[in-house]
C-alpha cells in the first residue's frame, strides 16, 4: 500500500495528529509525516508526551518516516512519488490559506499542493472557531478541488463518554475520509460498549 502522508499544522488539537498516526500504525499502513514549528509548540503545551518521544515511538514502526518541514527535497514534495493521499490534522487557518492560495513555502504547504495537482485525496481537519468569511471562503475554494473539509464535530448521537470517544471517532471519519475503508466500524467499539 502506498503511504499517507500526514501534516500536523499549529492548530490546538495535537491529540487529533498523535491518534491519526497511531491508527494507522495499528493497521501497519505507511506514513509519511511532517510537523510545522507552530505544531511542535502546540504539542508541547497540549500533549503529556514529547513530540521527539513520540517521534521516537513511531520511529520503531518499518514504514513510518519523518521529514523536518524545510526539507523541500523530501519525496512527498513530488508527485512522482505515489501516495495514499494526505491527511493535514489539525489544520490551523494559516495553513488552509496558504494550501487554497497554492502557496508551497515549506514541505506540510507542498505536499497538499502535490495532492491537489496529482488528484490525489486530500483531507483537512481544521481547528478554529467562530470561523470568519475568509476562512469560510478558503474552505469553499479548496472543497471545489476536491478537497474534504472535516471540522472536528462531535457525534453527540454516539453518546461519547470521554474526549477519547470523541478522538476516536474523529480519526476515524478522517481516515475513512481518505478512502482507507473499515476505520469507522472497527475504530467505534466505544459506541457498542456503553449502550
Known amino acids: 500500500m502506498d503511504p499517507v502522508v500526514v501534516g500536523i499544522s499549529g492548530a490546538s488539537g495535537s491529540i487529533l495528529a498523535k491518534r491519526t498516526v497511531e491508527m494507522l500504525i495499528d493497521r501497519d499502513i505507511p506514513v509519511i509525516m511532517t510537523c510545522t514549528a507552530a505544531a511542535r509548540m502546540v504539542w508541547q ?5 514529547t513530540f521527539n518521544a513520540a517521534l521516537a515511538r513511531w520511529g520503531e514502526f518499518p514504514y513510518f518516516k519523518y521529514y523536518p518541514i524545510g526539507d523541500l527535497k523530501a519525496p ?3 508527485g512522482t512519488m505515489p501516495t495514499s493521499g494526505m491527511i493535514i490534522t489539525p489544520c490551523s487557518v494559516g495553513t488552509l490559506a496558504a494550501i487554497a492560495n497554492g502557496l508551497s513555502s515549506n514541505l506540510l504547504q507542498r505536499s497538499a499542493d502535490v495532492c491537489i495537482k496529482e488528484k490525489r485525496k486530500l483531507v483537512l481537519v481544521p481547528r478554529e472557531t467562530p470561523l470568519s468569511s ?4 478558503n474552505m469553499l475554494r479548496v472543497s471545489n478541488l476536491g478537497v474534504a473539509i472535516l471540522p472536528p464535530v462531535p457525534a453527540f448521537y ?8 470523541v478522538v476516536e471517532y474523529i480519526v ?5 475520509s481518505l478512502g482507507l475503508s473499515g476505520f469507522m466500524n472497527d475504530d467505534l467499539r466505544y459506541q457498542r460498549s456503553t449502550e
Not at 158 to 165: E, N, Q, V
Open 172 to 176: 476515524a471519519k478522517t481516515i475513512d
Open 76 to 78: 512527498i514534495a513530488s
Open 134 to 137: 475568509i476562512h469560510l471562503e
Open 158 to 165: 454516539l453518546k461519547p463518554r470521554s474526549i477519547d470517544d
Open 45 to 49: 503545551e497540549e500533549m503529556d508526551e
